[in-house]
Nanobody
Framework: QVQLVESGGGLVQAGGSLRLSCTTSGRTFSSYAMGWFRQAPGKEREFVAAVSWSDGTTYYADSVKGRFTISRDNAKNTVYLKMNSLKPEDTAVYYC???????????????????WGQGTQVTVSS
């Protein structure tokens, strides 16, 4: 059973930065695409960013492109989300997720990810 633990959330002013971390255990981390999603109150969970298992190719939602950067450190079994130029509309619970299957193509859909962390709150004040 894979476990994912997020950290790094908090309260920040608009224009500020945060770095989220997600450490995994229980499987071969390097074989799985990883993603970040977020869910604001009253809204559905939405894709934020993903990184492939193979060559580190990254994918972003249009709303965060140019501001957020996803990266992974396979030696540390950790995936990161660096968030710059934060906006109040970025306020949400952020979830780390691992692809449902190893060695697969990257997906941006919630149903493509089989393991989830508990979430970390990010609040951006105006």
């Amino acid at each position: 059973q894979v476990q994912l633990v997020e950290s790094g959330g908090g309260l920040v002013q608009a224009g500020g930065s945060l770095r989220l971390s997600c450490t995994t255990s229980g499987r071969t981390f390097s074989s799985y695409a990883m993603g970040w999603f977020r869910q604001a109150p009253g809204k559905e969970r939405e894709f934020v960013a993903a990184v492939s298992w193979s060559d580190g190719t990254t994918y972003y939602a249009d709303s965060v492109k140019g501001r957020f950067t996803i990266s992974r450190d396979n030696a540390k079994n950790t995936v990161y989300l660096k968030m710059n130029s934060l906006k109040p509309e970025d306020t949400a619970v952020y979830y780390c997720a691992a692809d449902r299957f190893p060695w697969g193509p990257v997906t941006t859909k919630v149903e493509g990810f089989g393991s989830w962390g508990q979430g970390t709150q990010v609040t951006v004040s105006s």
